[in-house]
């Protein structure tokens, strides 16, 4: 786990293509979090083939309307309160994807649910047809369909308003490929910097379906001080411990002070380089320590009476006593702010298990 703060290029873009060709070795599913607003400036990711879920060319939810075990709905009123969808209607959602589900069951349909199903459950004269035909089939009793009527009636409201959600969703969902080994899947969620609820679904998502193999995933985040740091750092309290991830910013030390403790209990090898900011710098020379340094002092006495400064003693300089003072120790930074504030390019502090070396790249 490698966090990379800095804004030196040849620094990023070093390490950058070590970690990426590392993650394509080890076989692994690569998700890249760009919290860059004009697009990430690291674009060389080597032989991963690179997949946006905007595009529709991935899926990463294809099992979200599953709600038959306590995990799935717990991720599904997870997103669903990230776009303001209180109690009380997240689980008439549930039920009434769990309507829908059983409906279609009756009617022979086993497959998953999909967007194209559920269009079909858009109205209420819509599902009175499924009914009818369960009904007309001896599926279903009369009473029975008067029942379930009464029960999509009570959850029509919330089930209108998760269409709306839905159409979010809808690129995650139409994708045909799932994320595989040497794929790079990018979610651009820095071009969403006024939309925050799009930036938590996209999190979300993601988070969801490395929690199913985390062990097979990786996440390399790129930011440039302009993203929700907030969406950054709920993603890493909520990563598993078997997933790798890597964080690439500008600038980690802006960030506010609970923020930056979580950055530093989650990357155990953290890589500074230049930094414009010196109120960063001078956290950095925290971060880097102090060195005890001995600095040394010296003092001539002369003899000036007449008979030691005769001309021999003046030139062997017998008329003079130097003295060397060895002061007690004193504690100074072992890279100063002024330092790293003016790092040269490709030079970086390497801050790992409590060590801290300077490195030209």
């Known amino acids: 786990r490698y966090l990379v703060s800095g804004i030196d290029f040849r620094v990023r873009k070093v390490l950058g293509q070590y970690i990426v060709n590392s993650i394509y070795e080890s076989g692994k599913t690569l998700f890249i979090l760009d919290g860059t607003q004009g697009g990430s400036t690291f674009t060389d990711f080597g032989d991963f083939k690179v997949m946006n879920p905007l595009n529709g060319d991935v899926n990463l939810c294809h099992d979200l309307f599953e709600v038959s075990s306590l995990k799935e709905v717990s991720r599904l009123r997870s997103l669903l309160s990230d776009f303001g969808f209180d109690e009380g209607k997240a689980m008439k959602v549930i039920s009434y994807l769990s309507f829908v589900k059983e409906t279609e069951r009756r009617l022979g349909n086993h497959s998953p649910l999909s967007i194209e199903v559920l269009e079909q459950y858009g109205g209420t004269s819509m599902v009175k047809c499924k009914l009818l035909k369960l009904v007309e089939n001896s599926m279903l009793s009369k009473d029975s369909y ?11 409201s919330a089930a209108a308003d998760f269409e709306m959600f839905l159409v979010m969703l809808t690129p995650f969902l139409s994708g045909n490929f799932q994320p595989s080994s040497g794929m790079a899947v990018h979610l651009p969620v820095g071009a969403f910097a006024t939309d925050r609820p799009m930036q938590e679904v996209m999190c979300k998502l993601m988070i969801s379906y490395i929690k199913n193999q985390p062990a097979a995933c990786s996440v390399l985040i790129v930011e440039d001080g302009k993203c929700n740091q907030g969406c950054i750092i709920g993603v890493l309290k909520t990563l598993p411990t078997a997933t790798d ?11 506010r002070d ?5 950055l530093m209990n989650t990357f155990p090898v953290r890589i500074y380089s230049r930094h414009h900011s010196m ?17 040394r002092s010296y003092t001539t006495t002369i003899d000036k009476r007449i008979r030691a400064s005769s001309a021999f003693d003046m030139l062997l300089g017998t008329n003079r006593t130097e003295a060397e003072i060895r ?3 004193v504690r100074e930074a072992r890279y100063r702010k002024e330092t790293i504030n003016a790092l040269c390019p490709g030079a970086a502090i390497i801050d790992c298990g409590g060590t801290q070396a300077l490195f030209q790249f």
Do not use: Q, W
């Open 327 to 329: 002061n007690a120790p």
């Open 245 to 255: 991830v890597h964080f690439f910013t500008t600038d980690a030390f802006s960030m």
């Open 146 to 156: 008067e029942y379930l009527l009464c029960r999509y009636t009570e959850v029509s």
């Open 279 to 295: 109120s960063s710098c001078s956290k950095i020379e925290a971060c880097c320590g102090h060195v005890d340094v001995v600095k």
């Open 258 to 262: 609970e923020d930056l403790s979580v």
